[in-house]
Nanobody, 115 residues
């Protein structure tokens, strides 16, 4: 059974930083494309960042230069380092695994950027 558990969401002031963690079980993160998505109130879920099984990364234009996706193969974990946070980054952030057997989602973690 595949399980993705996100953590690290919090309330942070504009300009601050957070690191989100996605701990996976039932899959090997390095063997699959892993992504972070977010959904703000009243908006559709959008891709934030992805790391492929080959290690390539891609980012939404809105977060390029501020966010970094990475993984720890030994811990089977994916991270999203978020710097220079803006109020428009406020959303529920979801971890996603794109596998040959289907797409899997975590339950989400809330990030709120506000003064």
């Amino acid at each position: 059974q595949v399980q993705l558990v996100e953590s690290g969401g919090d309330l942070v002031q504009p300009g601050g930083s957070l690191t989100l963690t996605c701990t996976a079980s039932g899959i090997i993160v390095s063997a699959n494309n892993m992504g972070w998505y977010r959904q703000a109130p009243g908006k559709e879920r959008e891709l934030v960042a992805i790391i492929t099984n080959g290690g390539r990364t891609n980012y939404a234009d809105s977060v390029k230069g501020r966010f970094t996706i990475s993984r720890d193969n030994l811990e089977n974990t994916v991270f999203l380092q978020m710097n220079s946070l803006k109020p428009e980054d406020t959303a529920v952030y979801y971890c996603n695994a794109e596998t040959p057997f289907g797409n899997y989602w975590g339950q989400g973690t809330q990030v709120t950027v506000s003064s």
